[in-house]
């Protein structure tokens, strides 16, 4: 007797319950790996004073004044408090880069390609930790804790970070982390975003599952309760720390003037500050936020609106200070020799999407339930000598921690289920 089809809704059940025990198992996981979120507390290591001590045979950070007169030496202690959103990934591949080039030692998260987030970073949280271990560049995802990461670098270590008009990293976040915001999930027109913003509060939780994603993401990132009330007098202090603690703060919109001051501060050649945008998002079938809605979403986030225009105007202070006219030939300089790079590189001279990435080395982690990241395909023929530099400035931020040794169990993990799911 032949056998009878199976009905199409027999495979559908299957598929549900396959993801929902999958889902649960992560879940599980995830519980273990991680420690306690307490998004107002953070979690320090018994041993949060000690600064960390370098072997005598460690090369040391190198501390004179920078700048084209001054017989500078590249400095090689980084810190980058990466933010969400805001070209902080190309930022990295410029770091991943130069310490790769000067064996430098990099502080790894452990297992995962950030240091738990949204958890406060804590230095146990590092791969291989031990006390009193120093490392050279710290740079994946965290939510800043200044004490924990300054026990990990030597004094004198450069502190950066890159921030955003809230309007658009906001938008940028809502489109990428929606799907895994359940506050929006109950969201039904076509143009989600906006219509959160005609009644955030109708919406929002400030306890809700991953709702930091969803108000002044770079005050959370940067450790500070993202919920404060904007007229409270804590907000112009932790904006004052900041400025007291990072050394240069990038302006996303500003990347090219941004590189040119941070090549400046920590005296660098101009290979080192190449790049190619990378995690960029492909063009939202949404429009983008204009008018009403822009003022919106200005004042929905408004710690990050007032931590933007401080250091806005900051940004153009030491614009002033560098020269305006140098600033114009150097970002001038920088262009060309990024423009030349795309052409010895990058396979069609244009990024692609996540479907037409030939190689699966070059393809971008992507969000959740949509392929909406773009990627690159390498060139076949490139000269020896500029080969693997090409390669290296197009290798996504996963694939990149890999080849430089971090342990991404749970990572990969994760990304074989989301395959198999087809997630």
């Not at 018994?46 to 600064?51: F, G, I, L, Q």
């Not at 230095?123 to 009193?132: A, C, E, F, I, T």
């Not at 005296?267 to 079938?285: G, I, M, T």
Request: net charge positive.
């Amino acid at each position: 007797m032949p056998l009878l089809p199976k009905k199409p809704w027999e495979s559908q059940a299957k598929g549900l319950v396959l993801g929902a025990l999958c889902t649960s198992f992560l879940l599980l996981l995830y519980s273990y790996v991680a420690p306690p979120l307490h998004p107002n507390m953070a979690f320090t290591t018994s041993e949060t004073a000690a600064p960390c001590s370098p072997a005598p045979s460690e090369p040391g950070t190198a501390t004179p004044v920078n700048g084209s007169a001054g017989g500078c030496q590249p400095r090689r202690d980084i810190v980058f408090m990466k933010t969400h959103k805001t070209a902080s990934s190309t930022l990295l591949n410029i770091l991943f880069r130069f310490g790769q080039k000067h064996g430098l030692k990099f502080a790894f998260p452990n297992g995962r390609n950030d240091f738990h987030y949204p958890s406060f970073f804590a230095r146990s949280l590092v791969q291989d930790y031990r006390p009193g271990a120093c490392f050279n560049i710290i740079c994946n995802h965290m939510r800043f804790h200044y004490e924990e990461v300054r026990g990990l670098v030597r004094p004198g270590a450069a502190f950066i970070t890159v921030i955003r008009d809230p309007a658009r990293l906001f938008e940028s976040s809502f489109h990428y982390f929606g799907s895994v915001v359940p506050l929006t999930w109950k969201l039904s027109s076509r143009d989600k975003l906006a219509e959160f913003l005609q009644d955030p509060d109708r919406y929002y939780d400030p306890s809700g599952y991953n709702a930091h994603y969803l108000r002044n993401l770079l005050f959370f990132d940067l450790g500070y309760d993202s919920g404060l009330d904007p007229g409270s007098p804590r907000v112009q202090e932790h904006i004052l720390e900041v400025e007291r603690r990072f050394h240069l703060v990038l302006l996303q919109e500003y990347f090219d003037e941004s590189l040119v001051l941070l090549r400046e501060l920590l005296c660098w050649d101009l290979e080192d500050v190449l790049y190619f945008k990378l995690n960029a998002r492909r063009d939202s079938p949404v429009p983008r936020l204009s008018g009403e809605l822009y003022r919106r979403a200005t004042a929905w986030n408004l710690l990050d609106a007032r931590l933007y225009h401080h250091f806005n105007a900051s940004f153009w202070r030491k614009v002033e200070a560098f020269g305006r006219e140098r600033m114009v030939r150097e970002v001038a300089e920088l262009r060309q020799a990024n423009e030349r790079m795309r052409r010895i590189c990058i396979d069609g001279g244009q990024a692609v999407d996540a479907e037409a990435i030939q190689d699966s080395a070059m393809q971008p982690w992507q969000p959740l339930g949509v392929k909406s990241i773009l990627g690159y395909n390498l060139k076949k023929s490139i000269g020896p000598h500029h080969e693997q530099l090409c390669r290296r400035m197009l290798t996504p931020e996963i694939q990149y921690l890999s080849d430089l040794g971090a342990n991404l169990w749970v990572t990969k993990l994760w990304k074989f289920l989301r395959d198999c799911l087809r997630w």
